[in-house]
């Protein structure tokens, strides 16, 4: 019985002891990465590029999420504001949602298992293929060259999409509460715009999608730059990206929900 | 090559005084120091190294003269790679020193590094091509990284590296649509992109055919011959390699057990190296893994029958 506690006690301590080493690793990988940025600024084709690979490409993913999401919220929104009289109120029901909670939540989720997947996968297999080695052993710094202008094209991409999200949220309300339920145009848009604040609302969104557009890229990056060069090693490495960064995500959500919006 | 006489020197001749001992002494000490670098352009003395605390090389020396082409061959688990990489600064020694150019590997920072692994250029086991990229943009990834060339100088580098290598007219195509020996020659491509003035090569001949075997043997002699280059093989393809190197290191459990011209391996009658060599099924490294005796093992009494 003893020994079962021992076994146990141990087990957890060396559980703690990993994730604490881990948690160290990954921040001094973080902090060696924006040190390394210079060059995905001074050569900013290849960042661009990235910017392509990890948001243009998840253009298709992001619109159409973002259009059923809002049709959802109109149907959910217009059938409850009914029973109190105020379906005019739809548009800023749809609206606040997705500006401030759903376009940075979903459009972070979408994007983890979207464009962080493939990154993790991506440099995982460069350096189980001894890419990253070469590049090391041709004297290029594989954190300047791979990892930086990945991480910057993560970081911009991300509150695009989320306010691309938005958008299209906000449009998918449209059609389902004016066009196809039959709200006032004018009253769904006008009350839009008078409890939409820029400040308050927006710009407290793109402020979350920027910091989860860090986490989910950093996260991504990370996992792949330590993922052991085996084939089993990067599938493991891109599972832990879509966990690990869904629940920094929603983690992070709650935080910056609770200062932003609650004053704590 | 001799260090001259320095102004102090110049100064205590002019003055028909003797050189004093110990000035003589440290001169002849640089002066054998510079002979060695100029000689040789990468040095090993008394390397060890070990991963966590397993040993892998246990005390090793070795020299690669410049223009040579040197291999260092054994069984896999030797140290042969270990070394390689310690040569390439990948990984530093636990103890002793690695030259490379007169320069001390682990004296090094990283822009000291990477300024040495500007005249470095490695052939990778699976060519490690960026995937990526084609052939071509493999090719003049150095040169664009490195250099301010015109993409039209470029062009006419990365093609006459290209045709060194036989595949010039494959300059359009993606690593994915080469074979592997292709793929070997294009990353020999890479590797001599900015005229290195040491190549190495991490087990070459693994898994190609007997052509392409041979001219990729052939490439590593020609190059290093036309570049002027020192370059190091490390392989376990005894009969390939023993064609095109003029020196070789054997190596066996982290120590250097043999070495000498391919002529004198060829016709040595140490244990070790003449089952490498001739592929011999028993000798020195035994044909049965360790365990308990077979008859224990078949439960078989001898004792009565």
Same mark, same amino acid.
């Given at each position: 019985m003893d020994s079962l506690i021992a076994r146990a006690l141990r087990h957890i301590g060396h559980l703690v002891i990993d994730g604490v080493w881990r948690l160290g690793y990954a921040s001094r990988f973080f902090v060696l990465v924006l040190i390394r940025s210079r060059l995905s600024f001074r050569r900013f084709g290849l960042t661009i590029r990235e910017i392509y690979f990890a948001g243009v490409l998840s253009l298709i993913i992001i619109l159409v999420s973002g259009l059923f999401v809002g049709m959802v919220l109109g149907l959910q929104g217009f059938d409850t504001l009914q029973r109190y009289g105020s379906a005019e109120a739809v548009g800023t029901l749809v609206a606040l949602s997705l500006v401030r909670e759903l376009g940075p939540v979903v459009s972070a989720l979408l994007f983890a298992s979207r464009a962080g997947s493939a990154m993790t996968a991506e440099i995982g297999l460069m350096k189980a293929t001894e890419q990253i080695t070469a590049l090391d052993m041709m004297a290029v710094d594989p954190i300047s060259r791979i990892v930086g202008p990945r991480f910057w094209g993560g970081v911009i991409s991300m509150p695009l999409l989320a306010a691309l999200f938005s958008a299209m949220g906000v449009f998918g309300g449209y059609l389902i509460a004016v066009v196809l339920l039959g709200v006032d145009s004018g009253a769904f848009w006008s009350q839009m715009q008078a409890s939409v604040d820029l400040r308050d609302d927006v710009m407290n969104g793109v402020i979350k999608s920027f910091v989860f557009g860090v986490a989910v890229t950093a996260i991504a990056l990370f996992e792949g730059y330590d993922a052991p060069p085996t084939a089993e090693g990067v599938s493991g490495a891109t599972t832990r990206t879509v966990v690990t960064s869904s629940l920094a995500v929603l983690a992070i959500d709650f935080v910056l929900t609770a200062f932003m919006f609650r004053g704590i | 090559m001799q260090v001259p006489c320095d102004d102090i020197c110049r100064m205590e001749h002019a003055g028909g005084e003797t050189e004093p001992a110990e000035a003589v002494r440290i001169r002849r000490r640089i002066n054998s120091n510079v002979e060695t670098v100029a000689q040789?352009?990468?040095?090993?003395?008394?390397?060890?190294?070990?991963?966590?605390?397993?040993?892998?090389?246990?005390?090793?020396?070795?020299?690669f003269p410049r223009g040579k082409v040197v291999s260092i061959m054994g069984l896999s688990g030797?140290?042969?790679?270990?070394?390689?990489?310690?040569? @390439?600064?990948?990984? #530093?020694?636990?103890?002793? =020193?690695v030259r490379v150019n007169g320069q001390? !590997?682990?004296?090094? %920072?990283?822009?000291?590094?990477?300024?040495l692994r500007r005249?470095?250029?490695?052939?990778?086991?699976?060519g490690a091509l960026f995937t990526d990229m084609s052939v071509y943009d493999n090719v003049a990834f150095q040169l664009r990284e490195h250099t301010d060339l015109s993409e039209r100088i470029i062009r006419d580098l990365v093609l006459m590296k290209l045709n060194a290598v036989g595949l010039r007219g494959a300059h359009a195509l993606m690593?994915?649509?080469?074979?592997? @020996?292709?793929?070997? #020659?294009?990353?020999?491509? =890479?590797?001599?992109?900015?005229?290195?003035? !040491?190549?190495?090569? %991490?087990?070459?001949?693994?898994?190609?055919?007997?052509?392409?075997?041979?001219?990729?043997?052939?490439?590593?002699?020609r190059l290093n011959d036309a570049l002027g280059a020192t370059s190091i093989v490390v392989t376990h393809d005894v009969q390939e390699s023993l064609k095109i190197v003029d020196y070789v290191y054997f190596m066996s459990e982290g120590v250097?057990?043999?070495?000498?011209?391919?002529?004198?391996?060829?016709?040595?009658?140490?244990?070790?190296?003449?089952?490498?060599?001739?592929?011999?099924m028993d000798g020195p490294v035994p044909f049965h893994y360790g365990g308990v005796p077979y008859v224990q093992d078949l439960r078989l009494n001898v004792a009565h029958g």
């Open positions: - | 040789n352009l990468v040095e090993i003395e008394d390397v060890e190294f070990r991963y966590d605390v397993r040993p892998v090389l246990k005390g090793i020396n070795m020299q030797c140290g042969k790679t270990t070394t390689l990489k310690l040569i @390439g600064g990948q990984l #530093r020694a636990t103890r002793g =020193r001390l !590997l682990h004296d090094l %920072d990283q822009a000291g590094l990477y300024r005249r470095m250029g490695m052939l990778f086991q699976f690593p994915s649509e080469l074979s592997g @020996g292709m793929a070997r #020659r294009v990353a020999l491509a =890479r590797a001599i992109a900015l005229d290195p003035a !040491l190549i190495m090569y %991490d087990e070459p001949f693994a898994g190609l055919d007997p052509i392409s075997l041979g001219v990729i043997g052939n490439l590593i002699r250097v057990v043999a070495e000498g011209t391919p002529q004198e391996i060829m016709s040595s009658n140490e244990d070790y190296v003449r089952q490498f060599v001739h592929g011999e």
